[in-house]
DNA sequence: GCCTCCTATATGCTCAGGTCATATAAAGGA
DNA sequence: TCCTTTATATGACCTGAGCATATAGGAGGC
């Protein structure tokens, strides 16, 4: 029986991953092992951001050319297409839209923890 | 060949589900069709809304009673518990540092957004 | 030459949040 | 009686994400 904390919102939040890895292509073609360092090591797991460049490459978003040269083992570079650009900007107006959520939800729950404790007379 | 539009982030977002629902409790003991009409019925799905009532239950957010009287099939009419307050203050809390992360993400944005045709010389 | 570490990319397994379809049951009205 | 509305619930499935692990090239020690 250990209720330790209850229930707890941990994460970075799901689902915005893509946002942000596009975010940082933008400012700057990169390899995969370079975007880890741009977004934080520690909060970016490698397999999942490899998984992702495969996919959003697929889906047109992004482009890769192996860089050969240089020590160590190959690269795969990225950059962002049109397209990419395009889903950028619609990722940030549905970012903001999402902001604006949060102040509605924010904003209710200001409202609801003040009454909290005469609820009925 | 319909690219139609590029990516798409269609949703209502990912994760924060269960804190809607709590907020939508603390405004006052509800079953899950009144909670449905509450949050848009549109935007939540029935199912998940009860599974993740039972399971909130189970984590002792939530406790629910069976009201019988009135028309139609019996409710469950669920309320908050202390527990379930302390968890949305621990939402709230959580959703103003993600509100701080969308601020910082849309302000990189910005910045990139308007040096985009001129990246090299 | 060989071993080991660092860089870099990639795959397999698994879980949790979420959607869609469908089942069930009580009341009320035609 | 049958159909619709209200209400709760379950099964199948998809996908974002985390964790562990595999592979391969180069650099340095010895």
Same sequence: chains 1, 2.
Avoid at 9 to 33: D, N
Avoid at 46 to 58: H, I, N, T, V, W
Avoid at 106 to 113: P, S
Wanted: glycine share 10%.
């Amino acid at each position: 029986m250990h209720h330790a904390s209850p229930c707890c919102p941990p994460w970075r939040t799901r689902g915005l991953t893509q946002a942000w890895i596009l975010l940082a292509l933008a400012q700057g073609s990169a390899h995969g092992y370079e975007l880890l360092d741009r977004l934080g090591p520690e909060t970016l797991d490698p397999g999942f951001l490899y998984r992702s460049l495969r996919a959003m490459e697929e889906a047109g978003l992004v482009q890769s050319a192996w860089q050969t040269a240089g020590s160590g083992p190959a690269r795969r570079v990225y950059s962002l297409t049109d397209l990419g650009w395009e889903a950028l900007r619609m990722w940030a107006a549905h970012l903001r839209r999402l902001r604006a959520q949060l102040d509605q939800f924010l904003e209710q729950f200001a409202q609801v923890e003040g009454g909290e404790k005469d609820v009925l007379p």
